[in-house]
């Protein structure tokens, strides 16, 4: 090939090579590339024009909306928490101080009240994060994480990061900031198990939201950074300088922003957080509490399915101190004493209480058992033993309340002499019936007052007949007693129905409360963000005179001062009370009051986890287990702390009713034989009677006659000698306890 060949080969070459460069050029023109790329862009905005259209704010998840039910104490310190793990309370922003609000937006988002919702610039840095495989990250706005809380779940996804933006958008249009910052606070999570504001106040400083200062509320949106690492309480010390950073950085911002003034922010040190506590479940007291507060909710029309979405403040009647007293009481003067694994006995005795105010019915103080997981049984509020001879005042209400008379026209008080020989049958009723006192000890004539103060079985049996089962068992219910197994039968007068504790306080406070009725309630007050529902009042109609009820308060002080409730006396407080133990001592009362508290104390013999009655001697090695026994020590102890050492307070008592007596026999001008000093009457002849048991506070029977002259007492003088054995009558039951003569055992203590 020439030379000439060789140029001519070049130049086409030259023009082959400006020919494909121009046509690259021309495609590739500013103006080819500006309309490519607002056309991306179009495409861009139409793809997300069309989501936006598409995608609608969804109902909020289950697990944002779901909180716990808070159980507190009267003075609002918590007691429980319910709904399993979730541990959130909502608060409306109203309650939040300001001053807080402002530290969450300086710490997660300064422009949240100018911006619309997003930052395009973080979700875009998130998405490129999501996509290259480094998982979730920062750079969201305060709407969007509560969008994501709220809405949404935490999976780290695009096709979530998408929802997000555009829920996000439609959110900060439909609501206002409060709303989005109030659901941003209340959804996040902080550590230590709490969700929400509330919790996370009084896991970290033992308080409620609203008592939040501007350090405290800046070290608690320094947390939703990074919430376990964070916790100063398990924090490394990497962990403690990033915390202690990033709570100096939002204190900073709020400066920048002119929500906190640099000479305030100078004053502020870092809240160091109080030290995790366990969480609080139904183990000791507080599941009987819970429980006992359930069973009320329920009356009140707070169903269970309502309590199930939670969101409920319960707040109760429960007086914090006097609920740890009481426990205190009941571990000093029994749980100490007992051998539980050691001993048979032991290992059957259960103990229950309820304290009460006799002015209002609330109910202070309540023991439900040694542990509600171990004994899920609430001994405070169980129906199914008796009460046992704490039902006699009840009787000598229905007397008084009846102006009932004995079988010779006697007006019945105080002082009316009653034939108190154990086994004795009783005059004027269809059913025979013929208990035996305690230990068979025969009193021969007694006063109404002293035989309280021994609890004297053949005494109420004969009155119970005076004034009618029937009658007595209206008065009874009036005052409060369930009608449980309550026969109209004078075995009755020896508490042979079923009560609990709690029953049995009503029932005293309303005769300490001067026959105005006093139910016990536990229920203070339910609060709910919706709605707020006020515990319907009890009716406090006067039930009994006010006669009746002080007269039988002046009978019960004797018991106290020199009866079989002597354990529980003290010059620290002025009360009374009465003993009473059921038959073969399957359980043990002490029901009593002051005039400003009442409260009844008991203890069940249980076998077979709970299907069985046993018998409490034996308890702590201490032989029989009475009423004047463990449970008058358990209420002393109590009543002396609840009280704070003691009270001035006294019975302000009324026409209180003495009774009649039957004037002395004429003397006869042939004096008969009588004891000389130097001899021992028997038990059958004389009563077992000394000074000591009459009470100081009330006068002794007028001439009470000689067991030789024998007076005309109620019923009509049957020799005091043992009864003979009668049958069984028809339609009684020989099974029944005190039914059958010389029945009743231990009954009626």
């Known amino acids: ?90 608060v409306d922003l109203a309650q939040v101080p300001k001053e807080v609000q402002h530290a969450f937006v300086a710490a997660e988002n300064k422009t949240f009240y100018e911006d619309n919702g997003i930052d395009l610039k973080g979700t875009t840095r998130a998405l490129l994060n999501t996509v290259s ?14 969008v994501k809380n709220y809405y949404l779940t935490q999976d780290p996804t695009i096709t979530r990061k998408l929802e997000e933006l555009v829920i996000s958008l439609k959110v900060d249009q439909d609501q206002s900031k409060g709303q989005i910052l109030a659901g941003y606070i209340n959804t996040a999570y902080y550590g230590r198990g709490a969700s929400g504001i509330q919790a996370a106040a009084q896991a970290y400083y033992g308080i409620d939201a609203k008592d939040l200062d501007v350090s405290q509320g800046a ?12 916790d100063w309480a398990t924090a490394t010390d990497t962990g403690k300088r990033l915390v202690k950073d990033r709570w100096a950085y939002t204190l900073k911002n709020m400066v920048e922003m002119g929500w906190l003034s640099e000479a305030e922010r100078a004053k502020q040190e870092f809240p160091k957080p109080q030290k995790p506590k366990p969480a609080q479940g139904m183990e000791g007291q507080t599941g009987y509490l819970v429980e006992a507060v359930n069973k009320e909710l329920d009356k009140q029309g707070i169903s269970a399915e309502d309590r199930e979405a939670g969101g409920w403040t319960f707040t109760l ?25 050691g001993s048979k006995v032991d290992a059957t005795v259960q103990a229950g209480a309820t304290s009460v105010d006799p002015k209002t019915g609330k109910v202070v103080a309540l023991y ?55 086994k004795r049958p009783v005059v004027g009723s269809d059913t025979a019936f013929a208990p035996q006192n305690e230990d068979d000890r025969s009193y021969g004539p007694i006063s109404v007052q002293k035989a309280m103060n021994s609890s004297v079985n053949s005494v109420f049996a004969q009155m119970i007949v005076d004034v009618t089962p029937a009658a007595t068992k209206r008065t009874a219910l009036d005052l409060g007693v369930p009608d449980k197994n309550f026969p109209e039968r004078p075995a009755v007068t020896l508490g042979t129905m079923n009560a609990s504790t709690w029953d049995m306080a009503g029932v005293y406070a309303t005769l300490d409360n001067h026959g105005r009725k006093v139910t016990p309630h536990i229920l203070q007050s339910a609060e709910h963000r919706d709605r707020t529902v006020k515990p319907q009042a009890p009716k406090k109609e006067q039930v009994i005179s006010r006669a009746s009820a002080d007269t039988v308060t002046s009978a019960l002080t004797g018991v106290v001062k020199s009866g079989s409730g002597s354990a529980a006396n003290t010059s620290a407080y002025q009360a009374a009370g009465k003993t009473g133990t059921s ?38 090695n201490s032989g029989r287990a009475n009423g004047g026994g463990f449970p008058a020590r358990i209420w002393a102890d109590y009543t002396l702390g609840a009280l704070g050492g003691g009270s ?21 001008k042939t004096p008969s034989k009588e004891p000389t000093p130097s001899e021992e009457p028997t038990p059958s002849k004389t009563p077992s009677e000394t000074p000591s048991e009459t009470p100081t506070s009330e006068p002794p029977p007028s001439s009470p006659p000689t067991p030789s ?33 010389g029945g009743g055992g231990l009954l009626g203590e």
């Open 1 to 90: 090939m020439g030379r000439a060949d060789a140029r001519r080969a070049r130049a086409q070459e030259s023009r082959r090579a400006a020919k494909s460069g121009g046509g690259i050029r021309r495609l590739f023109t500013w103006k080819k590339l500006l309309g490519t790329f607002f056309g991306i862009v179009l495409l861009g905005m139409g793809a997300f024009g069309a989501l936006y259209l598409y995608v609608d704010v969804p109902a909020p998840n289950e697990l944002a909306e779901r909180q716990s039910n808070v159980y507190q104490y009267s003075d609002g310190t918590l007691l429980a928490r319910s709904n399993g793990d979730v541990n959130r309370q909502i």
């Open 368 to 422: 439900g058992g040694e542990d509600y997981v171990k004994h899920y049984i609430s001994n405070a509020t169980r129906q199914d033993y008796q009460p046992a001879s704490t039902f006699k005042p009840l009787v000598l209400a229905a007397a008084l309340e009846n102006e009932s008379k004995t079988q010779n026209g006697n007006l019945i008080g105080l002082n009316t002499i009653y034939d108190g020989t154990s």
């Open 219 to 230: 070290y608690l949106a320094s947390l939703l950074q990074a919430p376990s690492q964070y």
């Open 583 to 620: 038959e073969e001592n399957k359980s043990a009362w002490f029901a009593g009051y002051t005039p400003e508290l009442t409260t009844v104390v008991a203890l069940f013999g249980e076998g077979d986890g709970g299907r069985k009655q046993v018998s409490l001697t034996g308890t702590a």
């Open 648 to 668: 001035d307070a006294t019975f302000d008592l009324q026409d209180v009713e003495r009774g009649e007596v039957p004037p002395p026999p004429t003397p006869s």
């Open 317 to 341: 009647t429960i007086d914090k101190k006097r609920q740890q007293q009481l426990e205190k009481s009941v571990e000093e003067e029994l749980e100490s004493k007992l051998d539980r694994k």
């Open 709 to 741: 002259t024998p007076p005309t007492i109620t019923p009509p003088t049957v020799p005091p000698t043992k009864s003979p054995e009668l049958p069984p009558q028809p339609g009684e039951s020989d099974g029944q306890p005190g039914e059958r003569p």
């Open 133 to 146: 495989g480094k998982g979730k990250q920062g750079g969201s706005t305060i709407t969007q994480q509560y």
